[in-house]
């Protein structure tokens, strides 16, 4: 199958008539993007995005051979714009299939949003999928198995990161599933934010006009298996690391500060951090690192290295100086050389965060000195040995490799 993409944006297209915020301010020329409206082998046409005709035109394409028009948005969703010759909209009702005389078959999805989901099989048995915009398709959490991979799908990557996350899971995207992210509004970043962000999910953003060949895998993305995020304090950082595995299922959260008793300001920080996870991660309070590292299994988020160094620290009694000398430095080389190679060594997806503590004050006592020191030194090591570091600054993540 091929299909051409009439649009890519949200059901008031991108920039939103009006609006005066910066995103839809940079949203001009190529950045420009029509609602969401997906052309097959010029043969089926999913949703319609205003001025359909001339939308297939610029593409190069001509809507004189549709024969169906299927609505995927909610009975109340924006207007329809049908010119003249077109098939009358309809929609499919949840579960029934539609057979087109051109070899295409449709199965109509139920979601977990008001509307209705499209798997579109071409003649050569190639699959798609297409879902409207804040859906993921309903009952994917009931153990519910695809016989393969989609070779395609289309959804709100960026509003519906969990939707990426549940269809993994199911095992209905693979390796090789081109995922496009359309239905883009304003709530998404600017690019080359954008494409950044998709990239780390395992997912790309394509202009409007574009035309795709359904199981051609070369422009999937690479997932990389190990980020380290850097910041300050307050800068965001963990909040970017959670993000980017927000698209992936059974995320384990390590939590290596633990919990300390009668501190109410520490256990305010835990329960805010908990509850803006999603409900399916699960959490470990734990700094074994190195165990969790060399074992198999699903994506790790570390927050934070900052937190395991210190209690490290504490072990070998590195605020001692005496001990510090004898002892102190030598294990505390030996540990950090352990988990720097269990993250070289580690077959998982893992994110990590830590704090970037180099760029300010000097501090005042040798022992703050010491663990600034040290700190930097483990950044520099875990950072050698990843694909993707990012340091975030007020919120926005600059990608350092």
Not at 105 to 114: S, Y
Request: aromatic share 4%.
């Amino acid at each position: 199958m091929e299909i051409t993409l009439l649009g890519t944006g949200g059901p008031e297209g991108l920039p939103r008539p009006g609006c005066p915020c910066a995103a839809c301010a940079v949203a001009v020329g190529a950045a420009a993007r029509n609602p969401t409206s997906l052309l097959v082998d010029g043969a089926l046409l999913l949703d319609l995005t205003p001025g359909p005709a001339l939308a297939a035109a610029r593409a190069g394409r001509s809507l004189g051979g549709v024969q169906h028009v299927l609505l995927t948005h909610p009975q109340a969703g924006p207007p329809v714009d049908l010119p003249p010759g077109l098939p009358t909209p309809g929609r499919v009702p949840d579960g029934e299939r539609l057979a087109l005389l051109t070899g295409h078959r449709v199965l109509a999805m139920a979601l977990d949003a008001p509307g209705t989901g499209y798997e579109v099989t071409g003649p050569a048995g190639d699959r798609l999928l297409y879902l409207p915009a804040g859906s993921a398709p309903a009952g994917v959490d009931d153990g519910l198995e695809h016989p393969a991979p989609y070779d395609m799908v289309l959804l709100d990557a960026i509003g519906r990161p969990d939707a990426l996350a549940r269809l993994r899971a199911t095992g209905a995207i693979g390796p090789t599933t081109d995922v496009i992210a359309v239905h883009l509004t304003h709530g998404a970043p600017p690019e080359p934010e954008l494409h950044r962000r998709l990239g780390a999910d395992g997912a790309r953003a394509v202009p409007d006009g574009q035309c795709l060949a359904v199981g051609a895998y070369e422009s999937v993305p690479d997932v990389p298996r190990r980020t380290l995020v850097l910041g300050g304090a307050r800068s965001g950082k963990s909040a970017e690391a959670e993000r980017r595995l927000a698209a992936f299922p059974g995320v384990v959260y390590v939590a290596t500060g633990g919990t300390r008793e009668d501190d109410p300001d520490w256990a305010a920080r835990v329960r805010l951090h908990r509850e803006r996870r999603p409900a399916a991660w699960r959490t470990e309070e734990t700094r074994d690192l190195v165990t969790l590292l060399r074992a198999q299994g699903p994506p790790l988020l570390i927050d934070c290295l900052a937190l395991w160094l210190t209690h490290a620290m504490d072990e070998v009694g590195a605020w001692d100086d005496e001990r510090w000398a004898a002892t102190g430095r030598r294990e505390l080389a030996v540990r950090s050389a352990e988990l720097v190679d269990a993250w070289r060594s580690t077959h998982r997806t893992v994110v990590a965060v830590s704090n970037e503590v180099g760029s300010g004050v000097v501090p005042a006592t040798a022992s703050g000195r010491r663990f600034r020191d040290e700190l930097g030194r483990l950044n520099a090591a875990i950072a050698a040995e990843s694909e993707h570091v990012l340091l975030v600054v007020a919120g926005l993540a600059v990608p350092l490799r």
